[in-house]
């Protein structure tokens, strides 16, 4: 999917940037980003873990069901880890192939291939269910270590732990509060040579979107029956997501200790505007 004309992002003025803001059901969302808690974040990935984990990872509609072959599914890693390596090189972030953080691992997808390039690879997540798959399709023995983690924290590991902090299609499911607490400490437990990276939607892009949106602050009945009729005839999404600003998370990165190296566009959440951001440890920060 291409970036519309009249998007002017990522150099130029934005639309109006909207607060923080949630999608529930494929929309822009009617409940208050901050009512969700950790808790329930747990429980729905929980469930899904124990459900139609890999459908609940990449949701392709066909997939659904448990439709997803595991070889197939785990097969989707390794080029989006390759496609990270080469772009860190390409921008001069290269990086110690020593020890990586996969948040949000999820089954593994992503730590799996990590392991082939790095020495040791620490993967997180919040479900139980998910880490246990993990762990039983893991090929690498104790190279690679996954840990289940419902706390709003990394409090298990040390400061300047990892050489690659990296977190892809996890940190949107996650109420901004929270999340923006999870961007401080990748950037404490990143080494000071180390890179983190990590994706956000930030802001609406497609009309009909901005258009619920705005129908959600200006004519809640409205959006109330359409949603009605709209989930009678469509198959709702199970979890919630969520967008942060981009000022926003730059504004939180920087308090944090972290320096913003890169910010690109990224095309993993349609209808939001998401970003990549590549985070150095700010040498010159207190
Ligand atoms: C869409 S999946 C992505 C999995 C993996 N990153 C990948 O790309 O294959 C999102 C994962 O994030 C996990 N997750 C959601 N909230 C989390 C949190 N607060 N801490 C850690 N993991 C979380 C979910 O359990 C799920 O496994």
Redesign the pocket.
Known sequence: MEARAWSKEPDGPLQAPLPDAIIRDGEVGGADPRSES?AD??AT??H??AAD?LW????APEKQYNQWKLDEFMAT?GP?IEALLRLLDELGLTVNRARAL?????????SQPLAEQFERVAG????DS?IRFARRVNRHGDRVLYHH??A?DLHLFADNAFDLVF?????Q??PPR??LR?IAEFVRVVKPDGVVVFQLPSHIESPRARLRHSMETRAPGLLRLYRTVRRRTTNPSPYSMYAVPWRRVEAHIRRSGGLVVKRERDFLAPPWVGFRYFIRKDGTAR
């Open positions: 950790l974040v747990q990935w929980e899904l873990g984990p609940a990872i990449l949701s890693g989006t996969d948040f949000g691992c999820g089954v593994g997808r992503l997180v997540d919040i479900s998910m983690n419902p709003p977190s892809n299609i996890t940190l499911h996650v929270i999340s999870y």
